[in-house]
């Protein structure tokens, strides 16, 4: 038999983990292409390379031309392609590297289906937020309300640190430029943290669209894991960011504040701890993260247990 063409992909495990890449990068109005294991993003000024292995994602605004070959690269070295609208507020379309294992998928698919067990995380999740409250006994119509008090509590607290007016969360996605300032800068600094956290929920080989407080969109997990972190970046680097003097390009300057600032809270290594937490009841067994990038295809066998892939089960009599 001929081997497939083209060029072997690396070994899972001579790539960088997850946790320890660059965080996002966002390019508009250039050229994407590959030169040998880098990215290569070309526009007027020049060319610059991007180690595609160092690289969680790469947010793609208006304007860029993308070639095959930088496509193969992204995905061959587990970085997510994002494809977004100006200001990187708009998301269109991902192109997510290739999950090796469903661990942590069927472990959150077997969260959700149980009410309980997705009551569980949901607290837990609120617990990461209300630090030293006991959250046990609260139902969720409770927990939506006091992370709705919490988080109105948060713009006044920053309004009064940065001296912005502030008012109410108001924003059309259809219209970047009809909000205020401070709202123009929470919208692209969520945007900035969503297109992050969906890269680590993908590449972690979980669903982003199987949420527990959040339902019904495709990004509904992405939504849950990006609001642990809103109080410690979105919001203040967004309020910080509105309180100085920005003419013009504030979505720029926010996106490249939060990406300083999720790569000093460190982001993607808290987000990839979080998410296996919050998992863990469901999880059979510990997951390393080196198991994730084992390509161990099974069959189901009877009770909920598997058997290998790859061998024939057929007995003498039926050959």
């Not at 390019?27 to 070309?42: G, K, L, Q, Y």
């Not at 990006?226 to 967004?238: G, N």
């Amino acid at each position: 038999m001929n081997a497939l063409p083209g060029a072997r992909p690396p070994d899972p495990k001579a790539l960088v983990r997850v946790r320890d890449r660059l965080t996002f990068l966002y390019v508009e109005r250039c050229v994407v292409h590959r030169d040998s294991n880098a990215i290569t993003v070309t526009d007027s000024r020049g060319v610059a390379h991007v180690p595609a292995a160092a690289l969680s994602v790469l947010m793609m605004g208006p304007g860029v031309r993308i070639t095959h070959s930088a496509v193969s690269l992204l995905a061959e070295s587990g970085s997510t392609a994002v494809w977004v609208g100006e200001n990187g507020v708009r998301y269109y379309a991902h192109g997510s590297p290739p999950s090796r294992s469903s661990r942590l998928l069927e472990a959150q698919a077997r969260a959700v289906s149980d009410p309980a067990m997705r009551l569980s995380v949901a607290r837990r999740m609120y617990l990461m937020r209300f630090r030293g409250e006991n959250v046990a006994a609260l139902s969720m119509q409770q927990l939506r309300g006091r992370e709705g008090a919490r988080v109105r509590r948060l713009y006044r607290e920053n309004a009064r640190r940065t001296g912005v007016e502030w008012d109410r969360r108001e924003y059309d996605p259809d219209d970047f430029e009809s909000g205020s300032v401070v709202n123009k800068c929470l919208s692209a600094a969520n945007s900035a943290l969503y297109g992050v956290i969906h890269a680590v929920v993908v590449a972690l080989g979980c669903s982003p669209g199987l949420g527990f407080v959040h339902t019904g969109n495709y990004r509904s997990f992405v939504y849950d894991i990006a609001d642990l972190y809103k109080a410690d970046l979105s919001i203040p680097v967004a309020f910080d960011v509105a309180s100085e003097d920005f003419e013009a390009g504030v979505g720029e300057e926010t996106r490249r504040r939060m990406r300083d600032a999720i790569r000093q809270e460190r982001i993607l290594e808290r987000s990839v701890r979080d998410i296996k937490d919050l998992l863990s009841a469901a999880i059979e067994g510990d997951v390393e993260e080196d198991d994730l990038d084992v390509d161990d295809v099974r069959l189901w066998e009877d009770e909920a247990t598997s058997v290998p892939a790859g061998i024939s089960y057929s007995t003498r009599d039926e050959r």
